[in-house]
């Protein structure tokens, strides 16, 4: 991609970001510690509905994008399997007596379960009417279908506090729901011109099979992936309270900042890897794009680190925890935007199954550190334990990457990502009373870079420099 389509895949997650700082003070300004744990919930069962329902088909499509000549038809074969069965399932259990508004938010509510249904189709729909825009390089049109359903939840929260609507949750998720519908209407419309097609294409059951023997895998390994990113609300929700996730969810979207990092290089990386492997160029760059990654990996998470104490001047007093608790947090969106440079070879191998292994491994040891640590710790444990968690998942795809392809020059990607896992849990735990060994630890490792990244960070200055001046 051109810099120019890069800055076009940024604007959508930059901007989302900046309204959600806006956003999310304001919700816990509003709305209760026990609310703002409940809306957490329902990005658990939005992610697992998501993960669970696509079949891994999601992840074939953008890897026989390129190699396909009837794209419609391929977008087609991809999302109706996964949409009816969702579909089906939503309908049983909204026949079952308000199970999902009682399992997920203690609440006996029709009205709420309807609500969680409707959040749960859209975000499904809009997971592949994205793909289409990712895939065709449309990064404006990304980026804006991104910004819009922030916008208008920014909107609604603010009036709510304006003329002073009830404080209770059915409005928190009245306002959720509405931004994700519209966030599915307006990619439904940016991506018409294929899945309308699509639509006039037959379906082809031996392509799906085919499609499912790269996918089928990856619904374990989205089964593992979604438990080593909620595990920790779920302990939270049945060991400890809604408080304690009230309190977690709002540093994990507070390091959900560094998501933009994620956002935009995934956006931008998978499809570029693969088109270099559709036409064998370019592959020698995987090891540099790495560097790069680790760099600013280490940058991002000293720079949270040092710069938390502002934190608390956003939010109320019973959220003074979330500037310790957001540095661990930080390990989910950045060793999982790492390990994407390095578990490429399974991709381009097609060894799913190794992925899945590697997700499977670590959703168990964030389930055994989640056992040990909530209780005792509340968010502070849960937090500590998804980021060691992630760490090994980094660790496992990077070793069974090198395992089905190539190797790569490894130590500095672990030594670096250690010392700073082993940092964000003292700051967790330690940094209220030990703060200025934390501002010195995280000074150390952010000042070591200019000596170990020196020809990098000339190499990222020398392009940057090129891009000013034209």
Known sequence: MTPKQIAAFAVGPIGAAAISFITLPIITWFFSQE?????????????????????????????????????????????????????????????????????????????????????????????????ILRMQEKGLAYSLSQLLPKLILLSIIGAYALWDVDSVFDNLLMALVVSSLSVCVVFAWNTRGTWLKGLRESFDFQYLKSLLNFGFPLIFGGLAFWGLTATDKIFLKELSSYEQLGLYSVSVSFAAAAGIFQAVFSTVWAPTVYKWAATGEGLENIHKVTRYVLLAVIVLFSLAALFSW????????????????????????????????????????????????????????????????????????????????????????????????????????????????????????????????????????????????????LAIKNVALKMIMK
């Open 35 to 131: 609310d703002v744990g409940r809306m957490s919930m329902l990005t658990v069962a939005i992610s697992f509905s998501t993960l669970l329902f696509t079949l891994g088909l999601d992840q074939a499509y953008v890897r026989e994008f390129h190699e396909s000549n009837n794209k419609p038809a391929l977008f087609k074969q991809v999302v109706l399997p996964g949409f009816f069965l969702l579909l089906i399932t939503l309908l049983v259990l909204l026949r079952l007596d308000n199970t999902i508004s009682f399992r997920l938010f203690g609440l006996d509510s029709t009205q709420i379960s309807y609500l969680v249904a409707i959040a749960i189709l859209s975000d499904f729909l809009s997971r592949f009417f994205s793909l």
């Open 310 to 457: 502002i934190v608390p001047y956003l939010l109320p007093e019973n959220y003074k925890d979330v500037q310790w608790i957001l540095i661990p947090c930080l390990g989910y969106p950045l060793l999982y935007t790492l390990s994407e440079t390095t578990v490429v070879g399974l991709g381009i191998t097609r060894r799913s199954g190794l992925s899945m292994l590697a997700a499977f491994i670590a959703f168990i040891i964030n389930l055994i550190g989640n056992w040990f640590l909530v209780p005792e710790f509340g968010a502070k444990g849960a937090a500590i334990s998804t980021c060691v968690a992630f760490w090994f998942f980094f660790f496992l795809r990077t070793e069974f990457a090198i395992y089905a392809w190539k190797p790569m020059p490894r130590a500095l990607l672990y030594g670096y990502t250690a010392a700073a896992v082993c940092m964000a849990i003292f700051s967790c735990i330690y940094s209220a009373g030990f703060y200025y060994y934390h501002l010195l630890g995280w000074s150390v490792l952010l000042v070591s870079i200019f000596f170990l990244f020196k020809l990098d960070i």
